[in-house]
């Protein structure tokens, strides 16, 4: 716990640092991170896929972290990232091309499987995480939220609205699961995990928003924030579930231990993978004042 506390001493101010002042240093770190993320990924495949291209991972999240943070709107957000992921699949047909072997490489029965991580893994770290970008971004002509005083703000308040949120379900379902956890919601995934341990993520995503919401200032109502802190209170979970599922098939306990007491970049990344996106396309399709 006392090596957790620390690395989150040191961690925290850098990601809010970085969040504060946006681009080029929030687009650093998180290509910086994606890069980590997919080394990872591509690391605990389940047994018999055989190494993966780190360089082609690493070459495909580079480009939609990077289209992410050219873009100048979803729109355009939406066509660089077909075009990246258009070429990246191109060059991962190649690679397959160039380098199977049959079961020389994957194995008859696992050369799906490995071929699902290969293509599937850029697109699950690179293109969800690319939201953060999106999101960090947004101001109030480019969401359905309209305008507010302080739209220039707006991206970096909701940013750290979305990750701060997330924070709270990890820490209440946490605390909860601790103290009154009886049930277990997922045994087969995260023996952990319990179905209190759940309901207190849950408030306490809700919870968050609505304090969050008192801080910052987000340009939509109370019913709104409560509503988003609610989604992000259930796809957090889902977010760590998955991940879990993945650690699980690969028979590893973290993804990694580049971060001391956390594990892996992927283990922190989680829940953030799915909770953001969720954010910002509440905040451009559905949201209103």
Do not use: C
Not at 165 to 173: E, L, S
Not at 228 to 247: F, H, N, P, R, T
Request: hydrophobic letters at 55%; glycine letters at 12%.
């Amino acid at each position: 716990m006392l090596q957790r506390s620390l690395t989150a001493l040191v961690g925290i101010p850098v990601l809010v640092g970085a969040i504060w002042l946006g681009a080029p240093w929030l687009t650093v770190l998180v290509i910086a991170a994606g890069l980590a993320a997919i080394r990872e990924l591509y690391r605990i495949t389940p047994a018999g896929v055989g190494p993966l291209p780190f360089v082609l991972g690493a070459a495909w999240v580079a480009a939609l972290l990077s289209g992410a943070q050219a873009a100048s709107g979803r729109d355009n957000f939406l066509i660089i990232t077909g075009g990246v992921m258009a070429a990246g699949s191109f060059a991962a047909l190649l690679w397959v091309i160039a380098f199977y072997r049959g079961e020389e490489s994957f194995g008859r029965k696992r050369f799906p499987v490995g071929l699902s991580y290969l293509v599937l893994g850029p697109v699950y770290v690179g293109f969800l995480l690319a939201h953060a970008l999106m999101l960090r971004e947004i101001t109030g002509s480019d969401a359905a939220i309209g305008e507010t005083d302080a739209a220039s703000h707006l991206g970096r308040s909701w940013l750290l609205f979305a990750l701060l949120t997330t924070f709270a379900v990890d820490t209440g379902a946490y605390l909860v699961g601790r103290t009154v956890g009886r049930r277990p919601m997922v045994p087969s995934i995260s023996p952990n995990k319990t179905w209190e341990g759940s309901i207190g993520g849950f408030a306490s995503a809700v919870g968050a928003a609505l304090a969050l919401g008192l801080v910052f200032d987000l340009g939509v109502p109370v019913w709104q924030q409560a509503v988003i802190g609610a989604v992000i209170g259930v796809v957090a979970q889902w977010g760590d579930l998955i991940e879990s599922k993945l650690k699980r098939i690969a028979d590893v306990k973290d993804a990694g231990s580049i971060i001391p007491g956390h594990g892996g970049i992927l283990d922190r990344l989680d829940s953030i993978l799915l909770t953001i996106p969720a954010v910002y396309y509440l905040l451009v399709t559905a949201f209103t004042p």
